[in-house]
């Protein structure tokens, strides 16, 4: 789904996806309902964030900006700023996702979206979590914040580990994800706003005059 250009591009855009999908498998979680009690918290959310992908050696590969709207279950607006400049808009129906650079856009059921790529941690339900990953809660980078760490049940799952960390206050302070490239991207969020009401029109997407349009969501989802 992804058309950007070069491996670092790639990997910035991918992550929006990674914050939007799930894999559906089955297994425990030890500290699973720690860290659901957070997210359940997290009802809506407005941010801001820095999102930076480094390669093994620790080389930035590619640094930008964004803004996120989170509205559980399953709602999410995620738009990255140049260079590679991305939106990704799910309604909990359909997903879009849509490069402006590359004046074109991708359409799907999110149902079948669901069955592709990781990251039920933010838009999904507890049982989804507890579904998908193994959640170990481990030491956070400041005290009395939260770390956990996730790792996929899925063997063939394209990223190796999330993790994900909360200010003492219960904020969501930054995602990890660290892909089997041996490359991490790493989001930290700023300006929050758990407050604001976010109507249902910002989940929502009108496809811009001109702009090609890849997939069909009139397919019936899995087919």
Known sequence: ???????????????ALLLVLAVPTSAAADDAPQLAELLDGMTTLSAEFEQTVTNRFGDVLQAATGRMHLKRPMRLRWELDEPYPQLVVTNGETLW?????????????????????????????VADLRRNFTVVATEPPEAGGSRFELTPVDPNAVY???????????RLA???IADHLEQLTRVAFTAQDSSRVLESDL?????????????????PPGR
Do not use: H, K, N, W
């Open 1 to 15: 789904m992804m058309f950007a250009r070069g491996t670092a591009s790639v990997t910035c855009r991918a992550v």
């Open 203 to 219: 989940f929502e997407f009108t496809v811009p005059t001109g702009v090609d349009v890849i997939g069909d969501v009139s397919r």
């Open 174 to 176: 930054g995602i990890d």
């Open 97 to 125: 996702v849509y490069d402006p650079d590359l004046e074109q856009v991708t359409v799907q059921p999110l149902a079948d979206a669901l069955t592709g790529s990781p990251a039920v941690f933010l838009t999904g339900t």
């Open 160 to 170: 190796g580990e999330l993790a994900l960390t909360f200010a003492a206050d219960g």
